[in-house]
């Protein structure tokens, strides 16, 4: 199942839509999924782009909306894998290998080592050591009470977090914000991400929704109507990051 692509003129960019076939077939699919492994909430991630297949990626959580994210795959949107704990052995040999997705999940790729692989391991159980302490405490849940961002709080990148363990320190993430509160802002920011300009926000709808691209990770698209809680994002692209952005800006 492939998806349908498109040819934005204004700066020859290909953007990937999902059908409506797919999306139905996505949903009910998604359904199953969520109910054979008792997850309280799934979502669509979004689809790596192979040269024989694609890859359909899923994630739920049972009960900690952050910390307990478990991530699956497909190929056919039938038959879901659930992916392996990444090592970070494995971590740092994902960013030496420069080949495409092929869409089958038994090939294996040959990495050359790098010598400074054995350094960047240990700074990085240095990170997770500092993570532990900046974690708060207790799971993490969706906030029910949030009711969307205002016109002028959606045309500013420090109004969208990043989904994940926060990478800066929790003083920062609190110190920098108005009125913070500890149980909601310590996730971190967009507008601190590097280099400056690598997220694209636009509105439309006439200035009612908000569309958030990357362009360190080209295909991921984040969308928000602003004053109401909708919000979501999707991943379509090679998987590849965006290695000359420096040079493009």
Wanted: with cysteine; net charge negative; glycine share 6%.
């Amino acid at each position: 199942m492939a998806s349908d692509d498109t040819l934005d003129h204004s700066n020859n960019e290909v953007r990937y839509l999902l059908n409506n076939e797919q999306c139905v077939i996505l949903k009910n699919a998604l359904l199953i999924l969520q109910n054979e492994n008792h997850l309280k909430k799934i979502f669509f991630w979004g689809q790596i782009l192979g040269l024989d297949n694609d890859y359909f990626i899923a994630y739920g959580y049972e009960h900690d909306a952050l910390n307990g994210l478990i991530y699956y795959y497909s190929t056919n949107c039938i038959k879901w894998g659930l992916m392996p704990t990444v090592t970070e052995k494995a971590r740092h040999l994902t960013k030496m290998c420069s080949t495409r997705f092929q869409g089958d999940p038994t090939l294996q790729i040959d990495v050359s080592l790098d010598v400074q692989l054995k350094q960047d391991t240990v700074e990085d159980k240095v990170d997770q050591q500092t993570e532990q302490v900046k974690r708060p405490d207790g799971s993490v849940v969706e906030n029910l009470t949030f009711a969307g961002l205002t016109a002028l709080e959606g045309r500013q990148l420090k109004s969208y977090l990043h989904l994940r363990k926060p990478q800066e320190k929790w003083v920062t993430n609190l110190l920098t914000r108005l009125n913070y509160n500890y149980a909601l802002d310590f996730l971190d920011s967009i507008d601190k991400d590097i280099p400056e300009g690598c997220w694209s926000l636009q509105s439309e709808m006439s200035g009612l929704l908000a569309l958030l691209r990357s362009s360190t990770w080209p295909g991921m698209t984040f969308y928000h109507r602003l004053l109401t809680p909708e919000h979501g994002y999707l991943y379509i692209g090679n998987g590849r990051k965006n290695v000359d952005l420096l040079f493009m800006m």
